[in-house]
């Protein structure tokens, strides 16, 4: 079983960047996605930037133009940056990994997809 585990949350004023580390031990085929989500309280978890195989990249409306996911694969961690943070982008951000047929070329954003997640990292934009 893949183990996935998430680090660089925090707090910052709007306007700020954060960067995000997923790090993952176990065997990852070009077949999967790996994939951050977040949730707020009271709010159902959403796909916000994912990437299959080496390099195809998917991104949420609402964070396209400020996060960036890449992918790293001789250090197993998946990176997500984000600039410009708003309040709006406030929760628990978590990374998800799944395998995909290969009839999908991009990662998909939908939680139902994945099958192995882990634990999460805060991050909270204030003032």
């Known amino acids: 079983a893949l183990v996935l585990k998430e680090s660089g949350g925090g707090s910052v004023q709007p306007g700020g960047s954060l960067r995000l580390s997923c790090a993952y031990s176990?065997?990852?085929?070009?077949?999967?996605?790996i994939t951050w989500f977040r949730q707020a309280p009271g709010t159902e978890r959403e796909g916000v930037a994912g990437?299959?195989?080496?390099?195809?990249?998917k991104y949420a409306d609402s964070v396209k133009g400020r996060f960036t996911v890449s992918k790293d694969s001789a250090k197993r961690i998946v990176i997500l940056q984000m600039n410009r943070l708003t309040p709006e982008d406030t929760g628990m951000y978590y990374c998800?990994?799944?395998?995909?047929?290969?009839?999908?070329?991009?990662?998909?954003?939908?939680?139902?997809?994945?099958?192995?997640w882990g634990q999460g990292t805060k991050v909270t934009v204030s003032s």
């Open positions: 990437v299959r195989g080496a390099a195809q990249t």
């Open positions: 176990g065997y990852i085929a070009n077949t999967y996605s």
């Open positions: 998800a990994a799944g395998a995909h047929d290969n009839s999908r070329v991009l990662p998909p954003l939908s939680a139902e997809e994945y099958t192995d």
